[in-house]
Nanobody, 126 residues
Framework: QVQLVESGGGLVQAGGSLRLSCAAS????????MGWFRQAPGKEREFVAA????????YYGVSVKGRFTISRDNAKDTVYLQMNSLKPEDTAVYYC???????????????????WGQGTQVTVSS
C-alpha cells in the first residue's frame, strides 16, 4: 500500500496562487501515475490533473487547463500542483491519489487509483 500526505492548502484571494504537495511513502515502487482530484460540497469528485511517474506525461481537467500545472520529483516521491489564477469556483477539498496501473483515460477516473490522501482544503475568496 502507498500512503499519501497532502499539504499546502489554505485561503487565497481570487487571482492568487497556491502550490499543493503530496508526499508518498510505503510501496512507492508500485506507483504508475499520480493525480489530483477535488470535491466541493454537494458535488461529485472532479478530476484535476494527473502525471505518469516515469515519463512525466501530464493530463488536465478542462476547468483547470492553462491555470494549473502538475509536476513530480521522483527522488522525493512527491507530486506538486501549482495553481495560478485561482477562482472562487476552485474552492474544494483537494485529494492526491496514486495509481498502480496504466490508463487509457489519462488517469482521469477515481477508480483508476487505489491509494488516496486525506485531502487539503483550498478556499478562494472573491
Amino acid at each position: 500500500q502507498v500512503q499519501l500526505v497532502e499539504s499546502g492548502g489554505g485561503l487565497v484571494q481570487a487571482g492568487g496562487s497556491l502550490r499543493l504537495s503530496c508526499a508518498a511513502s510505503g510501496r512507492t515502487f508500485s506507483i504508475y501515475a499520480m493525480g489530483w482530484f477535488r470535491q466541493a460540497p454537494g458535488k461529485e469528485r472532479e478530476f484535476v490533473a494527473a502525471i505518469s511517474w516515469s515519463a512525466g506525461s501530464t493530463y488536465y481537467g478542462v476547468s483547470v487547463k492553462g491555470r494549473f500545472t502538475i509536476s513530480r520529483d521522483n527522488a522525493k516521491d512527491t507530486v506538486y500542483l501549482q495553481m495560478n489564477s485561482l477562482k472562487p469556483e476552485d474552492t474544494a477539498v483537494y485529494y492526491c491519489a496514486a495509481s498502480p496501473l496504466n490508463s487509457a483515460y489519462g488517469w482521469s477516473r477515481p477508480h483508476d487509483y487505489d491509494s488516496w490522501g486525506q485531502g487539503t482544503q483550498v478556499t478562494v475568496s472573491s
